[in-house]
């Protein structure tokens, strides 16, 4: 199948073209010439790479929804094996779900985070009586590494969180205990992304090698945002900004907004709107988390540190597929300027976690596209006004929930 759009703005996930015409072609983008089977005409329109959630954990129905808000690729940052194997099967099988990749569990001090959170009726709620392994030592680092890598695991994730921040004590992995993990990773050849929550775990995780952080730190003040944010731009490494995982688990209503746009909440389902309204009582996180992410946000990005979006949506909250609009409007509160948010979710997720078939507009990638009305690269909630999704070239069909 061939489908030609016609005079579309095109964000391509790096800069914006004015008017162009883009080819899907099968399963990929391809060069404009030739017949069409279909031709659809993009006068105001703009044509997106599919979004990249760079934070998400999937289970039943949660890739379904990320789709259906054109977020066609999810970066899972932990997930029980048993649950994770089957959402694995749905993405390599189905174009109607969001792709997947993932860290599979999580590694942890034994009683450390997120362990406090997977309850016996949180694991019932998910359909499973899995539970998270732990780590105590460094024999039991690297079997966990190498238990990860049996499961396919595309990256490693580790916490260092001792729950401080939000007034709790947590275990946590010693730095050196980290260090042996992530080193195991990189011997493997895959990357360490950190669960970190404060400058102090931050710098921890960094000193140790992690490649990333799964979210930014939101215990400075704007002085202390601009120091750290220096002191990171000294390492290699890139922070995902889940400042709608702030808000839920602060409290804030910020992200009840996405109730009072229809064209959020028309495709939203009823399990997705009910988890914006949550309580997160077992979550620690700093009382001023969401100020203070903003800030580090702004900082982290003046200070030439790749900022990837992402939201820590679970089936619990934030939702699935329209947190990440959500996301992308608190990153231009935050400062970025539309197009900047929009690279966010799309060309820095991919370049990197490693996905250099998607994440941009360029004959022989991924035909994984958002075709939206309006502008978003001036509006960003334009992302919002969805047209069209593709994965892998397939057109989605939209049936409000």
């Keep these: 199948m061939r489908t030609l759009i016609h005079n579309v703005r095109v964000f391509d996930g790096e800069r914006t073209i004015p008017r162009a015409d883009v080819l899907i072609d099968g399963d990929r983008i391809g060069e404009p010439g030739g ?56 993405a390599a099988d189905r174009d109607d779900v969001a792709d997947l990749r993932s860290s599979s569990v999580i590694a942890t001090a034994p009683g450390g985070h997120p362990t406090q959170i997977m309850t016996p009726d949180v694991l019932k709620m998910l359909g499973t009586d899995a539970t998270i392994d732990t780590v105590a030592d460094s024999g039991q680092a690297k079997a966990f590494v190498e238990a990860r890598l049996a499961e396919g695991a595309d990256y490693l994730k580790i916490a260092v969180d001792d729950g401080a921040s939000g007034g709790t004590r947590l275990p946590v992995l010693s730095p050196e205990l980290a260090a042996v993990l992530v080193e195991a990773a990189h011997a493997a050849g895959i990357k360490a992304i950190a669960h970190t929550v404060t400058a102090r775990e931050a710098m921890i995780a960094l ?71 949550r309580e997160f009582s077992d979550i620690p996180l700093h009382s001023q988390g969401v100020t203070n992410a903003s800030h580090a946000a702004l900082a982290l990005f003046r200070a030439g540190v790749p900022l990837l979006a992402g939201t820590d949506c679970t089936p619990f909250g934030p939702p699935h597929g329209a947190g990440l609009h959500h996301e992308l409007l608190l990153l231009t509160e935050a400062g ?66």
């Design 35 to 90: 017949p069409a089977d279909i031709e659809l005409d993009g006068t105001g329109k703009t044509l997106l790479p599919g979004l990249i959630d760079a934070h998400a954990h999937a289970f039943d129905g949660d890739l379904a929804e990320a789709l259906r808000f054109g977020v066609t690729t999810e970066l899972d940052l932990n997930n029980l094996p048993p649950l994770l194997a089957e959402q694995r099967r749905l």
């Design 207 to 277: 000193d140790v090698g992690a490649d990333g952080l799964a979210h930014l730190y939101a215990d400075t003040d704007p002085a202390g945002a601009e120091e750290m944010a220096a002191r990171i731009a000294a390492y290699d490494a890139f922070v995902i900004s889940t400042i709608t995982y702030m808000e839920a688990v602060t409290g804030d209503p910020g992200g009840t907004e996405l109730l009072r746009d229809p064209r959020v909440a028309d495709r939203m389902s009823e399990r997705s709107k009910a988890t914006l309204n």
């Design 336 to 401: 970025l300027t539309p197009a900047e948010a929009l690279a966010a979710a799309t060309s820095l997720p991919a370049r990197h976690f490693g996905l250099s078939d998607r994440g941009r507009i360029a004959p022989g990638l991924r035909a994984d596209l958002l075709l939206v009305g309006g502008d978003p690269t001036r509006n960003i909630t334009d992302t919002r006004a969805i047209a069209d999704i593709w994965r892998r070239g397939v057109r989605q069909t939209h049936t409000p929930a």
